[in-house]
Every structure is written in structure tokens, then in C-alpha cells.
């Protein structure tokens, strides 16, 4: 069962059972819980995206973007990606294998467990709007982008976003409870409410529309300036100028994919809160159930794929990446050479050693 719709049936009933639900709660429990290969295919993905952020981590470390502002989002969103994968992974391996008496039993396990997840799941769409937001000014308004796209304001920006996000999801730290009869966290009945619009509204749709309206915007403003420069300008000069518009388009594919991923589950789960509400046939919620399990397998590739976009999407990021992996090589190297005491000197070259100026 996933929070939003058995929260909801609590709103609906009343009360966790004995209602005319009882049975659709059963069906959203099959869903959720389909069996090995679900769970297979989630363990799969949380690695993958948890190695890809760690890799994020390292790639934006290069002396290169030192002096960029992205890098700050693309780090917080590989620490925050990070966090969502590893919990959810949590959560579906407890109750793929019955195992939820820890945070199933205990009040205050289950409180800050759905605290830390919840704000998580509630930072990363924003710092994807955050992002894109940083293009969009750099694009639009280039002659302010020294001035407004800095390091500084990008982390104020993000540091911003996680208290904002902290603040908003603080009630669930004492509006959690646990159902004694099947040992699962839910929010109490009076948060309900809050906590559907904070997921449907706050973490998904609105993002989703921003992340959309500012790409269109940034689209169609780097097709005018292509325009333009064709018109106006010399071969030389529009070749150096494709060069900076292809620079914007991983950045660009981050922020439109973490459209495509999240907005399936938002329109699946806001179907299923509308049908629950409107006491809907139970045949159509399961047919809506069983798109969930699919739909929050793409809903996570949102959380581990930036890396991968950016090294399939660029040379320059590739050429960064290999270039840290075989420095880190060498050191490990060096590093046994000298633990070993032997004779041979063996040294980094030098684009390996770490600079402090751009």
C-alpha cells in the first residue's frame, strides 16, 4: 500500500477496517506487494541510482565547475536522490519479507522513518525546479547570469528548499501512527488531508508544471537565438555559440526526464484518491492498482538517473569522468607503493593533483 491511498481509506472510513473499503484496501496490499520480480526490479534500480549519485558526487567535484553554479543542485540532488532510494528500497524489502516489527512497533521509528522519507521524496522534485530555474536565467538573461547564477545563491537556494521542506513535513513527527493489526505506519486520521496535498500538490504536479513551463520557455528562446545567430552572425562565431547550447541540453534532459518519471504515478494516484472519494466501483481501483507497481518502478528511475544522463549525453562529461577514475587508479596505487616501503617512486601526473584556482 502506498501512503497516499491507505491514509486516504482512513480519511474515507473513518476508522483502518471494518468499512466497505475493507476490500479495496486488500487490493491496493496485492498490488503493492506483486511479488519477487517487483521487488527484484526495485533492488535493481536503488543500486543503480545509489552508484550513479555517488558518481554524481564525484563529477561535479572537479576543479572545472568550480566556478559554476548547477554543480551545487546536482550534488544536493544526488544526497537527496540518495536518501529517497535507499528508504523506499527499505520500506519494500520490510514488507516484501514481513519483516516491519522495528518500524511497525515502534511509534517513534515509524514517526521519524516517514519524516525523513516524506521530506526527501519533497526536496528532490524541487531542486530539479531549482535547477532549471538556474538554466532558465542563464539563458533568458544572460548578461545577469554573473551575477545572479553563482555558487553562493545556489547554495543558499537549495539550503533554502530543505529547510523549507523540513518545516513542512515537521507535523509528521507527531501525526504518525502505527496499525496494531498489520503493523504499518500510517499518518493519523487528521493529517490526511495535509499530507494528500503535500504529495499530490507540493511533490508532484506543481513541479511538474514548472519543470514544464520553464523548459518550453528555454526551448524556445535557444531556438530564436539559433535564428538569430544563422542571420546575423559568422560560421565561426554560431559554431562557438552551438557549443554553449549543447552544454545546456544534459542539464535540460535532468530536468525534462524528472517530468516523464514523476508524473505517471502523481496522474495514478490522483485517480485513485478521485475514485476512492467518489465511492467508485472497486473493479476500476484495481485495474488503477495494477499500474502502480510499474509506475513507481519509473517514479524511482527519477531518483538515480542524472549521472547517467550526463554521461550519455556529453563528451566533455565522459572525458571528466575518466580522467577522476584513473587518478583515483593512481593514487590507490601510489598509496600501496609507499604503505609497501618500496624504493620505486611512483607519482601522479599532474593534471591528477587538485587546484585551487580555475
Known amino acids: 500500500m502506498f501512503d497516499v491511498t491507505t491514509d486516504t481509506f482512513a480519511v474515507l472510513n473513518g476508522t483502518t477496517s471494518n468499512t466497505e ?3 479495496t484496501d486488500t487490493t491496493w496490499k496485492d498490488a503493492n506487494t506483486a511479488g519477487c520480480t517487483y521487488w527484484v526490479c526495485n533492488v535493481i534500480v536503488v543500486i543503480i541510482g545509489v552508484v550513479g549519485n555517488s558518481m554524481v558526487l564525484l563529477l561535479m567535484g572537479d576543479v572545472k565547475f568550480v566556478s559554476f553554479s548547477y554543480p551545487v543542485y546536482l550534488r544536493f540532488l544526488a544526497v537527496s536522490d540518495s536518501v529517497v532510494l535507499i528508504m523506499l528500497c527499505v520500506r519494500e524489502t520490510t514488507r516484501r519479507f514481513q519483516s516491519t516489527y522495528l518500524i511497525g512497533t515502534n511509534l517513534q521509528v515509524c514517526a521519524l522513518s516517514k519524516f525523513v522519507k516524506d521530506t526527501v521524496t519533497l526536496l528532490s522534485p524541487w531542486l530539479v525546479v531549482g535547477l532549471t530555474v538556474d538554466r532558465f536565467f542563464c539563458v533568458v538573461f544572460p548578461m545577469k547570469r554573473g551575477r545572479i547564477c553563482t555558487r553562493t545563491k545556489a547554495t543558499i537556494a537549495c539550503s533554502c528548499l530543505t529547510i523549507l521542506s523540513v518545516l513542512t513535513m515537521f507535523p509528521l513527527l507527531g501525526g504518525a501512527k502505527i496499525l496494531v493489526e498489520s503493523e504499518v505506519c500510517f499518518v493519523k486520521d487528521t493529517f490526511v488531508v495535509y499530507f494528500t496535498f503535500i504529495r499530490l500538490i ?14 518550453i520557455v528555454i526551448g524556445i528562446h535557444i531556438q530564436r537565438s539559433v535564428t538569430f545567430r544563422k542571420r546575423f552572425t559568422s560560421t565561426s562565431s554560431g559554431s562557438r555559440e552551438n557549443k554553449q547550447d549543447r552544454s545546456l541540453r544534459p542539464l535540460m534532459l535532468i530536468s525534462i526526464l524528472a517530468f516523464v518519471t514523476l508524473l505517471p504515478l502523481s496522474i495514478v494516484e490522483s485517480c485513485a484518491l478521485i ?29 538515480g538517473q542524472n549521472f547517467y544522463i550526463l554521461m550519455s549525453s556529453s563528451a566533455n562529461y ?14 590507490k596505487q601510489h598509496e600501496r ?13 599532474a593534471y591528477c593533483t587538485r587546484n585551487t584556482t580555475v
Open 318 to 331: 565522459r572525458d571528466i569522468m575518466k580522467r577522476k577514475l584513473r587518478c583515483i587508479k593512481i593514487r
Open 337 to 349: 607503493t609507499r604503505v609497501a616501503r618500496i624504493s620505486m617512486n611512483v607519482q601522479a601526473p
Open 202 to 215: 507540493l511533490t508532484a504536479s506543481l513541479p511538474c508544471l514548472l519543470i514544464l513551463v520553464f523548459n
Open 21 to 23: 473499503f475493507n476490500g
Open 275 to 303: 475514485l476512492l472519494a467518489t465511492n467508485s466501483d472497486i473493479k476500476v481501483l484495481k485495474i488503477i492498482a495494477e499500474l502502480w507497481s510499474p509506475f513507481n518502478i519509473l517514479n524511482l528511475v527519477n531518483f
